[in-house]
């Protein structure tokens, strides 16, 4: 029998790692049969997502971004920023290079990627994003963040994304959403929790399943 083609996966994260070990547990329980995760990457060198790739048998590599200068007045050297993006993002784009890595998943990984980066990867980058799109997103909204606007609104229906990535933050295709209710005394943490359990580990793997079974279905036509 033929073997199936499996598209060759980097998870990047930053974190604890539950939406990578969503990943990791739907491969194993054959949810995920089109794509295989070839390597964890992190920006945060004690990032718990290290150790579960670790216990998965994961290739997984450090990538951190330098701290850019302060100018003599306190503010934010930006020639230097620039530079220290763009040193991190090629040595990303090594680390995905070395891996053979087709398809990138950011789950959880918190660091901006520019123009330059998100070119390279054509709908080839998605993003886990714990709210539903066009809410609660953009520049300055992640993590609890999210939840703690979306509970400072009073909205009573949040939820998570799956996206594309392109040079807008948060602003790439959809693929996946999925709605999860705000209960009453809701914490940012609780709603989190719940966001999570209810949403984000569900369409995450969903969402790298049928993208990476639609890239191994037009790779097959175009033989
Ligand atoms: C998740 O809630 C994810 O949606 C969010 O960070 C958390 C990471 O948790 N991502 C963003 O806010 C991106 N804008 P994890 O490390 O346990 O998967």
């Not at 994961?58 to 330098?66: A, G, H, L, Q, S």
């Not at 530079?83 to 998943?105: D, H, M, P, W, Y």
């Not at 980058?125 to 606007?149: D, M, T």
């Not at 929790?193 to 569900?202: I, S």
Request: hydrophobic letters at 40%.
């Amino acid at each position: 029998m033929e073997k199936k083609r499996r598209i060759k996966t980097a998870v990047l994260i930053s974190g604890g790692g539950t939406n990578l070990q969503a990943l990791i547990d739907a491969v194993s329980s054959g949810e995920i049969e089109h794509a295989e995760l070839c390597a964890v990457i992190s920006d945060n060198k004690d990032a718990y997502g290290l150790v579960r790739a670790e216990k998965a048998g994961i290739p997984r590599y450090t990538v951190e971004k330098r701290k850019a200068e302060r100018n003599p007045d306190g503010s934010v050297n930006t020639e230097d920023r620039a530079l220290k993006q763009a040193e991190f993002e090629r040595e990303l784009v090594g680390v995905l290079e070395s891996t053979g890595a087709e398809l990138i998943v950011l789950a959880g990984f918190l660091a901006i990627l520019s123009e330059d980066f998100t070119k390279r990867y054509p709908e080839r980058i998605i993003n886990i994003h714990p709210s539903l799109i066009p809410s609660f997103c953009g520049k300055g909204y992640y993590g609890l963040k999210v939840h703690e606007a979306a509970l400072a609104y009073g909205v009573k229906v949040t939820g998570a994304t799956v996206h594309f990535v392109n040079e807008i933050p948060d602003g790439g295709r959809i693929i996946l959403q999925k709605a999860v209710y705000v209960k009453e005394g809701d914490t940012p943490e609780i709603l989190q929790r719940r966001v999570m359990e209810e949403a984000e580990w569900v369409i995450l793997p969903k969402a790298l399943e049928m993208v990476s079974a639609d890239m191994a279905k037009s790779e097959a036509l175009n033989r």
